[in-house]
């Protein structure tokens, strides 16, 4: 696993908390529905992380059973990520960092944000506008204006999505469906590729441009 707080590669080896509590679901047994929490401490930054577990179990002669179990990640509140510098305009940057958010308790939510804002990014930045987000990723990738690792990645989107066997992804982008193991990431990591191509880079370049300009001003010579 990642560390929540680092992102430095790291082993689950969580300690589990004593059950703390039992919830009661329409029609069933409150002694099936249990909760409890589970904790580490993350070796490379020292960071607390916390999980709340939730176990549904069963009966049988020789005991309880585990049916089903799900957790979210309830410390730190959002996954970490690199922080958006300014030069991302809000339109989109509102949308990620929602979708950063969320991410821990609905990775469904994060990734129908994540979505919405690769769509938007698509139609404003690139100017295309199809039927679908489907089709409109295979042209910006047609159109052969990213870098070779962006296309790849952007195709991927549509492999891990699963795009043919959920089209609501691409004509409903903003819509909350079920989504693949790692699709929420992945999508994130897409939209941090397109943002530094998009808008970072090309800040920078200015930038070195503006210094460049100025030295050659007080030189006496010709801007470029």
Same mark, same amino acid.
């Given at each position: 696993?990642?560390?929540?707080?680092?992102?430095?590669?790291?082993?689950? !080896?969580?300690?589990?908390?004593?059950?703390?509590?039992?919830?009661?679901?329409?029609?069933?047994?409150?002694?099936?529905?249990?909760?409890?929490?589970?904790?580490?401490?993350?070796?490379?930054?020292?960071?607390?992380?916390?999980?709340?577990?939730?176990?549904?179990?069963?009966?049988?002669?020789?005991?309880?059973?585990?049916?089903?179990?799900?957790?979210?990640?309830?410390?730190?509140?959002?996954?970490?990520?690199?922080?958006?510098?300014?030069?991302?305009?809000?339109?989109?940057?509102?949308?990620?960092?929602?979708?950063?958010?969320?991410?821990?308790?609905?990775?469904?939510?994060?990734?129908?944000?994540?979505?919405?804002?690769?769509? !938007?990014? %698509?139609?404003?930045?690139?100017? %295309?506008?199809?039927?679908?987000?489907?089709?409109?990723?295979?042209?910006?990738?047609?159109?052969?204006?990213?870098?070779?690792?962006?296309?790849?990645?952007?195709?991927?989107?549509?492999? %891990?999505?699963?795009?043919?066997?959920?089209?609501?992804?691409?004509?409903?982008?903003?819509?909350?469906?079920?989504?693949?193991?790692?699709?929420?990431?992945?999508?994130?990591?897409?939209?941090?590729?397109?943002?530094?191509?998009?808008?970072?880079?090309?800040?920078?370049?200015?930038?070195?441009?503006?210094?460049?300009?100025?030295?050659?001003?007080?030189?006496?010579?010709?801007?470029?």
């Amino acid at each position: 696993m990642t560390c929540p707080h680092c992102l430095v590669a790291i082993h689950r !080896n969580s300690t589990s908390t004593n059950f703390f509590s039992a919830d009661v679901e329409e029609g069933g047994d409150r002694y099936r529905y249990r909760w409890n929490a589970e904790h580490q401490t993350c070796p490379a930054c020292s960071r607390l992380i916390v999980w709340l577990v939730y176990l549904k179990l069963g009966f049988q002669s020789s005991g309880l059973y585990e049916i089903d179990k799900k957790e979210m990640i309830v410390i730190p509140k959002a996954a970490a990520r690199k922080p958006l510098p300014p030069e991302i305009p809000q339109q989109y940057s509102d949308d990620y960092k929602e979708a950063c958010l969320v991410l821990g308790d609905s990775p469904k939510a994060s990734a129908a944000l994540s979505r919405r804002c690769l769509q !938007n990014l %698509i139609h404003d930045v690139s100017n %295309i506008r199809l039927r679908n987000l489907n089709d409109e990723i295979e042209a910006l990738i047609t159109k052969g204006a990213l870098p070779s690792f962006i296309n790849e990645q952007l195709h991927a989107v549509r492999v %891990i999505g699963n795009f043919a066997a959920h089209p609501l992804k691409s004509t409903s982008s903003g819509e909350i469906i079920d989504v693949e193991p790692g699709e929420a990431e992945w999508t994130l990591d897409v939209l941090d590729s397109l943002f530094d191509f998009y808008f970072i880079q090309p800040a920078v370049a200015q930038k070195r441009k503006e210094q460049i300009n100025q030295k050659l001003s007080s030189a006496g010579k010709p801007t470029i």
